[in-house]
């Protein structure tokens, strides 16, 4: 009877090793499988929307959407960012607008080395009407003024709660309401005073359902479409853990397109991969938009 028990012992002993192997090869896997995909070529999306107030005269004009580039991170090095400027610039955008996060970190150390990484890529970057970004929430949280200037000497122009008039277009920069630089009132009045389609420009589209319906389109990132999305289960990381475990984003504008009426909120997954160079079911991508009257 001893025997028989030692036996059995012994056979589940193998078995739970054996189940114990299995999921740490699929999770090996899995992470190798996240790391290729974090560092992989960003999918191009391509959309076509019909915008209010534009002129029936006007003609199509394209818009390349980009954000959470991440720099410092193994998911961005300077060479992929430099291959992923060179596909924008092949789309041939009218104007590209960048929607934050540009360096990775929650702190100043290193930050300012890092950010000055982003002005020769950058520089690089060409549309007819310009390139605009705003500030995400870890570029205020490390070296904001850094990232400011490398951009500034990029030729880059940063709203920080502005407006600002491009072709038919009122570009409206609000600043990041995930890390409480928002201020939708100023900006909103500066767009009102020069005219123009106002196109809404932000890091964190959860200022949208906020906004006045007389702002038919925004523009965002900072989600990262959830970075790591499972089947059945969806995003695993919805809380900031460095935040008092804090809501990261409104679940309804995780991804994508989202239409609230009249207005249309697009969300980047973002270029890079935040803090974990790692993607599951959500790929670095950036959007081609033709507005149309």
Known sequence: MIGKRSRM????????????????????????IGIGNARSTPVMRETTLHLAGLPSSSRSL?????????????????ERLGEIISEVNTSQP????????????????????????????????????????????????????????????AGVTVLENQAVRRGPFAIVGIGDRFSGHDDAPSSLAAAHSIGGVPIVLTHSPDIAPDLPASQPLVLAGHTHCGQVVLPWIGPLVMYAP??????????????????????????????GSGTFPLRLGALPDWWLITLEP
């Open 9 to 32: 012992t012994r056979a589940v002993r193998r078995w739970l090793l054996g189940v114990i192997g299995l999921s740490l090869a699929a999770l090996t896997t899995l992470i190798l």
């Open 62 to 78: 394209k818009i390349a959407l980009l954000a959470d580039i991440h720099l410092g991170n193994r998911g961005m090095t300077p």
């Open 94 to 153: 009218d104007l590209i607008l960048l929607a934050g996060d540009f360096v990775t970190g929650h702190d100043a150390s290193g930050a300012a080395d890092r950010a000055a990484g982003l002005t020769a890529p950058f520089a690089r970057l060409r549309a007819p009407l310009g390139v605009l970004a705003v500030l995400g929430n870890h570029d205020h949280w490390t070296a904001p003024d850094a990232v400011r200037a490398a951009l500034a000497e």
């Open 242 to 271: 460095s935040d008092h475990w804090r809501q990261l984003y409104n679940p309804r504008y995780r991804c994508g397109i989202v239409r609230d009426g009249a207005r249309t909120t697009v969300v980047t997954a973002g270029v």
